[in-house]
């Protein structure tokens, strides 16, 4: 069975920091590309990071590059986004996605994890 599994959300503080890992069963993650997206309420899923295969070419959202990092263990056959300095804007539903490379034809998701950012 195919599963993606967020964990490591919860409640920080504005310039605290949270690490977000997604573990991977039911197939390697090696040939797959990396991603976090993220939905705040009343608003659309958006990409906050995603990580080649290889782990050799990342790209962030203009909101979190400096800030956010995205990593990947492909022994551990898990994923993480390292989150320092977050913001109140930063809160949301955090989802992990696995893309096939080198065409996304095959797409896995999680089911998400919260992150709230607040004082």
């Known amino acids: 069975q195919v599963q993606l599994v967020e964990s490591g959300g919860g409640l920080v503080q504005p310039g605290g920091s949270l690490r977000l890992s997604c573990a991977a069963s039911?197939?390697?993650?090696?040939?797959?590309?990396m991603s976090w997206y993220r939905q705040a309420p009343g608003k659309e899923r958006e990409l906050v990071a995603r990580v080649t295969s290889a782990g050799g070419s990342t790209r962030y959202a203009d909101s979190v590059k400096g800030r956010f990092t995205i990593s990947r263990d492909n022994a551990k056959n898990t994923a993480y986004l390292q989150m320092n300095s977050p913001k109140p804007e930063d809160t949301a539903v955090y989802y992990c996605?696995?893309?096939?490379?080198?065409?996304?034809?095959?797409?896995?998701w999680g089911q998400g994890t919260q992150v709230t950012v607040s004082s």
């Open positions: 996605k696995a893309s096939a490379e080198p065409v996304s034809t095959i797409n896995y």
């Open positions: 039911g197939f390697r993650i090696n040939r797959y590309a």
